[in-house]
């Protein structure tokens, strides 16, 4: 489990950092007798992408070999299943990019029992009198961090108001909030079921820049009782989706499963002039992503992974009115961030990502 946890966090920091120092054991003391020796390894060099994924890929294979199975009572575990997901998304990527390896580890999950939830308001759903999250441990979740005492947890305000403590006040500004181009995206589509559960609207004043007075929140993390869903299954199935239509081989059973993620959100199936198109079907897939995902932390790597982050994100500041100009125009080198100045600052083998 300490394994996949550690497959967990690289994952993570490959995607943002790009190339990251490869840590797999902790330096020993110094000593005087050991210090010529030791030393170095207080200051790693960073490894390749590619390297840290075939770390990552060692990892998730030995914790796949030795993590408990998938226990449908508590998917804070870092189970088999869980193993199985992160292969799935590691072999998406293009450092070791493999689709059929995608869809055999996604075929696994769904062996596994891994389903969708009937209704999707079961994700983030409170009880009836809001003291409580209606749901854990659901069949759509593979992996979560959950909250049980509500005690200690504010993340909530970072986002909206805490239905379990509600409060009319605010004690700072918004951090985190839907654009206007997601909400039209959810108004475009007819998707009143996901903007509903995705989308909150609060009366709210402003005592500084905000002058609205009715203004969206984002809705999936309702109280401190809430789950933190780190992976589940409808992200999974949406990526063998992809390795479908990358392949080529398949375009049917990729629009079969987005329409199996539409249906659930009462929306009507892709026309059959998009299923058929294979250009036509990846911007489909990545329209239900942003719809079904939205707020989960996968939209930015979809971009990246697909190569659409300059299309897109460069058309955005033309899409609102009121926003303020682009400065500065998103590139090749946007896929990445910095690497904070006090870790260069700390170990001078650092180098910084291009662009900063």
Known sequence: QAKLFRALAMFDMV???????VITTIA?????????????QYFPKQATEEEAYKQIEKDLMDG???APANNNGNKTLFTKSVARAMLAKIYAEKPIRDYAKVIQYVDALTADGFDLNTN???LYAMNASNTDLAQRNTKESILEAQFTSGGGNWATWMFGRDLSNYDNN?????????SRDLIQAYTNEGDQVRLGQSIVYYSTTWSNYYPSNHY??????RSAFNSIVKLRYADLLLLKAEALIQQGSDLSGAADIIDKIRTRAKLPKISAAV????????DAYLKERRLELAFEGQRWFDLVRLDKVESVMNAVYAK???RKAQVYPFTKNSYRLPIPQPKIDQNPNLVQNPGY
């Open 170 to 178: 605010f004690t700072w500004a918004k951090w985190i909030t839907p």
């Open 64 to 66: 796949l070999a030795d």
């Open 15 to 21: 995607r943002i950092f790009g190339s990251i120092p």
């Open 216 to 221: 969206p929140f984002m809705f999936k993390l």
């Open 275 to 282: 299923r058929s198109n294979k250009d036509a079907l990846l």
């Open 120 to 122: 999707y308001s079961d």
């Open 320 to 322: 609102d009115a009121g």
């Open 28 to 40: 020993p003391d110094i000593t005087g007798d050991n210090v010529n020796e030791v030393y170095p």
